[in-house]
């Protein structure tokens, strides 16, 4: 059974950084997209950021490109999402998702974890 385990998140002050992470379990996703959505309250849930297999393959929405990296470590089946210079509008729940090679969609998620950044 695969599982996505968030971690990482928390409440920091506009302007500072958080590194979260994110550990996969039951299959390894070596060759899968591995990636990074936020849902802030009342908001839909929206695409932040995502890497494949190689560091050219990383993919960002606007809003935080240049602010935060998407990087990974498949031995640990792990993906990171470094947030950088954050803002109030950053605040979100974030969660984890894997797009397996070949399919439209993202096929397993994580539970999320809070992002609160105050002003």
């Known amino acids: 059974q695969v599982q996505l385990v968030e971690s990482g998140g928390g409440l920091v002050q506009a302007g500072g950084s958080l590194r979260l992470s994110c550990a996969a379990s039951?299959?390894?996703?070596?060759?899968?997209?591995m990636g990074w959505f936020r849902q802030a309250p009342g908001k839909e849930r929206e695409f932040v950021a995502a890497r494949g297999w190689s560091v050219d393959s990383s993919t960002y929405a606007d809003s935080v490109k240049g602010r935060f990296t998407v990087s990974r470590d498949n031995a640990k089946n792990t993906v990171y999402l470094q947030m950088n210079s954050l803002k109030p509008e950053d605040t979100a729940v974030y969660y984890c998702?894997?797009?397996?090679?070949?399919?439209?969609?993202?096929?397993?998620w994580g539970q999320g974890t809070q992002v609160t950044v105050s002003s």
């Open positions: 998702a894997v797009k397996l090679a070949g399919r439209g969609s993202w096929d397993y």
């Open positions: 039951g299959r390894t996703f070596r060759s899968h997209f």
